[in-house]
Each structure stands twice: as C-alpha cells, then as structure tokens.
C-alpha cells in the first residue's frame, strides 16, 4: 500500500477537486472524512467495513477477565504449596502465572481473542489487515497503551466479525422492487384525476387502493419513549443542530454507549434514512429476515417499516406513523 498514507485533494464519489477547509462535497454533496489517526485505513472502509469498535466498559471488562485468568490459578497453586514448601510455593505460582499468560499471548495472535475477550464477545485485529495481531504489536499494545493504535478491538456482537467476508452493501433495491405506476388510459383519466386528488390512487388492473403515505415514523424502543420522525431529527445524548429545519431529540443515557451528537433520522420517500455521525459505538439497522447491516459513518442508509434501528446499545422498532 504505498500510497494509503497520502491525503487526497478531490472528492472520493464524483472526482472533484476539493479545498482544504471543505467539509462538503459543493457538487455531490459528499461528505469529507478526515483520515484515521495512526492507521492507512479507517474502521468503516476497506477491510474493516461494518466492523464496529467495543466501548471502553467491555475493553476493561475483558481486561479484568485476563487478569483474573492469570491470578486466581497461580494463587491458588501458592496457597496449595505454601504449607509444605514455601520457597518452591513462590516459583510455582509464578511460573504457572508466566504460563497462563503466555497461552493468552499465543491464542491472541492465533485467533484474535484471549479468555477476556471470548467471555465478552470481542476480538483483536491489525488496523491494516484485519487479522489478528503479531506478537510485536500484541506486546507493544499492552506494555504501551498510550501509543498509536496499530489494532482494534471489534464488537462481534453487534457488527462484523473482521474474520469473516465483508457483507455486501446495502442498497435502496433491497427494500422491495420499485412499483412504477401505469399511465391511464384516456377513459380513465377523470377517475384516475380523481383518485390522486384524494391522495388514494387506484389500481386499475386490480380495484385495490393503494395505501396512503404516512406524515411521519415512529421508533419504538423496549421500554420508553417512542422516537417520531418528521422531516428530520437528530437523535444523541445532548445533540446539538446547526440549522433550524432539524429536530433535536435527546436520549438519556446512562451507560454512555451514545454519542452527543449520535445519528440523523430523516422521513423522506417513505423510508426512514439513518446517518451514523462517526460515533464511538456505531449505529445498525436489521431487517425483518435478521440481516445485521452496521451503518458506515457518514453515508445516508436506508430502512423500512419493520426493521430495527440500534443506537449504540439502545434498540428500536420502526413503525409507521399517522397518515399524511
């Protein structure tokens, strides 16, 4: 990859040369996403695509597992010796804990995954292969955290598995297959005249009518409040609009798995339109079949009635709303 490192002058859709403080494509519309800090790729392109990064609560979480993995033997077999041999007790414990840790050394470079991290559903990869680390980067990752960043640590649970193929894009076409109405015939122009006037326009072949467009949707958690989307709303845990066409819906937010400004809901064509705003824990939408699709930060994707909406932990049901 001997050009990853080189920042790009124009836009990555439509080609135009862009200026440095742009932060909008003027043509496309494009939204321009700076480069990843320390890393040639950024977690929602490439290799790491729909790979969604675990929040700090369940990196700790596994690192407690790790360390309890590694005491609770080595303690045990100290206090099982120390009674007969107290200097060999001492060895023992130690060498037993040298052993554990090294196992866990061993199964993070082979599978991406040690105790801690298998018990809470993650996985450590390289940023630059997707592949679990080496033994260098593993080792520096733990003896400097406070370096760059040569890996991540993916949330299996919610997004992608970076060890398994890249599932492929969503597109508009998935919802459903376009229905393109038919011109009436000249007979039937008064009454089809009619019948859009009425906002029910008929079926000619068949007399069904078809329903009418809903005013707004409605997002429905487990328990709570419902989120109703009406034009457009931007949803977090203190968010903040620019303009005054957007709606500001806060959501507490207890376990901080939001962002402030999480994610722009937007009603339009009878789809709800869900644009992740490069949150910490990501955003995905989840047909009625069960396919998971972690949204890549910054791009407008598209849902239906039916389908589930998570905003970092905080799920959802769409559901249509009053009719316009």
């Known amino acids: 990859m001997p050009s990853a490192l ?33 890393a040639a790729t950024a977690t929602g392109a ?40 107290p200097a060999g007790a001492v060895g023992a414990g130690l060498g037993l804990a ?23 559903r993650l996985r450590r990869v390289d940023v630059l292969s997707a592949l679990p680390p080496t033994v260098t980067t593993a080792v520096r990752g733990a003896l400097a955290p ?39 015939a000249p007979a039937e122009g008064r009454r089809a005249a009619r019948a859009r006037h009425d906002g029910t326009p008929e079926d000619r072949r068949g007399g069904r009518r078809q329903p009418a467009p809903h005013a707004d ?8 409040d419902a989120i109703v989307v009406r034009g457009t709303v931007l949803v977090g845990r203190r968010p903040e609009a620019d303009g005054p066409d957007v709606t500001v819906h806060a959501l507490p937010d207890m376990a901080r798995t939001l962002s402030r400004n999480h994610a722009v809901l937007e009603w339009a064509d009878d789809l709800l339109w869900v644009t992740d705003l490069h949150t910490t824990n990501g955003t995905t939408i989840t047909s009625p079949e069960g396919a998971v699709q972690p949204l890549v930060p910054g ?12 905003l970092g932990e905080r799920e ?9």
């Not at 949707?217 to 709570?224: D, K, N």
């Open 6 to 38: 080189v920042g790009s002058l124009s836009c990555a859709r439509c080609s135009r040369i862009l200026a440095a403080a742009e932060r909008f494509c003027t043509r496309c519309g494009a939204p321009q996403v700076a480069a990843a800090t320390g």
């Open 46 to 85: 490439g290799l790491l695509a729909g790979v969604l990064p675990a929040s700090p609560t369940r990196r700790r979480t596994a690192g407690v597992v790790d360390v309890l993995a590694t005491i609770l033997p080595a303690g045990a077999l100290l206090l099982a010796l120390v009674g007969t041999d």
């Open 98 to 120: 040298v052993v554990v840790v090294l196992a866990q050394l061993a199964l993070l470079c082979r599978t991406g995954r040690t105790l801690g991290l298998a018990v809470t």
């Open 146 to 184: 406070w370096s760059p960043h040569a890996t991540l640590t993916a949330d299996v649970r919610r997004g992608r598995d970076p060890l398994t193929p890249a599932m492929p894009a969503l597109h508009v076409q998935q919802l459903g297959p376009a229905v393109v109405p038919a011109a009436p």
């Open 217 to 224: 949707v409605r997002l429905v958690p487990v328990s709570g």
């Open 299 to 310: 791009q407008r994707t598209a849902a239906a009635t039916g389908w589930r909406v998570e």
């Open 316 to 324: 959802y049901t769409v559901t249509a709303g009053g009719p316009a």
